[in-house]
């Protein structure tokens, strides 16, 4: 079970789930969803600067990663609509997976061959289509990697996505800069593209989930055959379409609150405010460590590099914790681990400049984070009906970031205001409701019980 602590394994057994196939698979795939965030913004950014391109018109750039936020819209289209064609020959998973990253292969190609002086309104639409592409690929990765294991195996799976991820992060941000560095742009986002074909290679070479959605599936769900019974008078292509809307929009929403109910409205809280505090304080990590006087190349090697792997170990960790003592057990304690890392970011900023004290930081910050992240995951796999892996996953995942994406779009005004100290407290006691929430979750015996009857 996801959620609960029906047993534990030994720690031999936990550790050899990470030698199934499965988790290469994840491990790819994961990389192939982090390549192309870093290109559609910082790294863009730097070559959009370097470029003579305005700071000003740079910053409006950032607003395209409300693409990655709004995915739960054509979530539904993505969980029930089969690809003419490449469905019958892949199935329904890995058709849209290859047409999404041959979609993020040809956009980083052309934008490798644009001039982003001379061609910035073509550059907006290709960064946009990309970007468009980028989030179909993570709706989908999420959907065949709940689909493809079993409860048991969500959290290992999950710690080795957020390392697949991280180093494509890496690889797409310091990897692509030293490319640019030694050659140019377009020979750094030219590679680029070609890394995306080691996630189209693996879509080609692993098999199907054996659970996606098919058309028997849809017209099996009660909401629509209700419809059905009702409608004989209506024209076929409308009966049709309707049919497919109470399939694919309105039966995941029905299906998460009829679960749980007013529980439901608790979830969807608790979901939102997970990460609020590390996702509100995280575009002010960068300015912290500049003001207090450090210098680039330390805060690339520290931050950049060391903290990556700082972030891999972590999600490693989480990830066996998990397979160990369950998930549900851990969440409280994860949301304290961040908490007390954003509280090390108010004692560095009232230290000043000490390296030893940013190690520290750093260190704690990424440890909490990599946990943090394989456990949510892991929960939030627990918690999507198999029926609607797609639609749902998108949902909780856009819930978690937005609220912590919007209070971090005012923390410049707030740093401003209180200073980075008292800022720090602030966002660390927003940790405060997921904590009380994660306990609540934890100990409440009917939520208990509602949880595992799904987990069954």
Known sequence: MPFGLTHERSWRTTLTLYRRPEMLTMLFL????????????????????????????????????????IKFLWAPVVDRLRLPLLSRLLGHRRSWLVVAQLGILAGLAALALL?????????????????????????????????SAGDDLQ????SIYVIGYRGGLLVAGAGALALAGAFSWQVAYLCMAALMLIGLITVLVRPEPARSPTR??????????????????????????????????????????????????????????????????????????IDLGFSTEQIGVVSGIFGVFMTL?????????AGRYGVRPLLWIAAIAIALANLLFSALALSGHSLIMMVVTITADNLAGGIASALFIAFLSGLTSRAYTATQYALFSSIMTLPGKLIGGFS??????????QFFVVVALLSIPAILLALWIWRDPKFHHNIEDQAE
Request: charged share 10%.
């Open 412 to 421: 410049g005004k707030i740093v401003s205001s209180i200073g980075y100290p």
């Open 30 to 69: 994961g990389f192939s969803s982090g390549l192309p965030f870093l290109l559609l913004f910082s790294t863009l950014f730097a070559r959009l600067r370097m470029s003579g391109v305005e700071v000003a018109t740079i910053g409006y750039f950032s607003w395209i990663g409300v693409i990655y936020s």
């Open 115 to 147: 001039n982003p002086t001379a061609h910035l309104g073509i550059l907006v639409v290709i960064t946009l289509a990309v970007a468009f592409a980028a989030a179909t690929q993570d709706i989908t990765i999420d959907a065949y990697r709940i689909e």
């Open 216 to 289: 028997a599936a849809i017209l099996q769900e009660p909401r629509v055959r209700a419809f059905i019974r009702t409608s004989h008078d209506m024209p076929r292509p409308m009966r049709r379409l309707i049919v497919w809307l109470i399939g694919a929009v309105v039966c995941p929403f029905t299906d998460f609150f009829g679960r749980y109910g007013l529980r439901a409205l608790a979830l969807l809280a608790f979901i939102g405010v997970f990460r609020i505090s590390d996702l509100s304080m995280a575009a002010m990590a960068n300015p912290l460590y």
């Open 155 to 158: 959290a290992a799976m999950a």
């Open 313 to 321: 170990l972590g999600g490693l960790i989480g990830g066996a914790l």
